[in-house]
Nanobody, 115 residues
Framework: QVQLVESGGGLVQPGGSLRLSCAAS????????MGWYRQAPGKQRESVAS???????QYADSVKGRFTLSRDTTKNTMYLQMTSLKPEDTAVYYC?????????WGEGTLVTVSS
């Protein structure tokens, strides 16, 4: 079993920054694919950023150059550094990990970008 707990969400003004954290526990590989997804009100969940094979990154076009995913395998924690935030980044952000063909999700953390 894998447990994922997100933290770091909150209210931030446009142009501001936030760092999300995802603490993982349980059994998985340090190279297991992980990623951040988000779901805005009335919209489908979408991929924001992912890491594969421990060192290959993929970002949604809408966040390229503004968001940075990192992973600390010693702490089993993944981060999402978000800068130059826009109102359209407002969403619940979810952490995801794939292990042995099964996808695990956290409960999510709310990010609100508003003045």
């Amino acid at each position: 079993q894998v447990q994922l707990v997100e933290s770091g969400g909150g209210l931030v003004q446009p142009g501001g920054s936030l760092r999300l954290s995802c603490a993982a526990s349980g059994s998985f590989f340090s190279t297991s694919p992980m990623g951040w997804y988000r779901q805005a009100p009335g919209k489908q969940r979408e991929s924001v950023a992912s890491i594969f094979s421990g060192s290959s990154f993929q970002y949604a076009d809408s966040v390229k150059g503004r968001f940075t995913l990192s992973r600390d395998t010693t702490k089993n924690t993944m981060y999402l550094q978000m800068t130059s935030l826009k109102p359209e980044d407002t969403a619940v952000y979810y952490c995801n990990l794939v292990f042995l063909g099964r996808s695990y999700w956290g409960e999510g953390t709310l990010v609100t970008v508003s003045s």
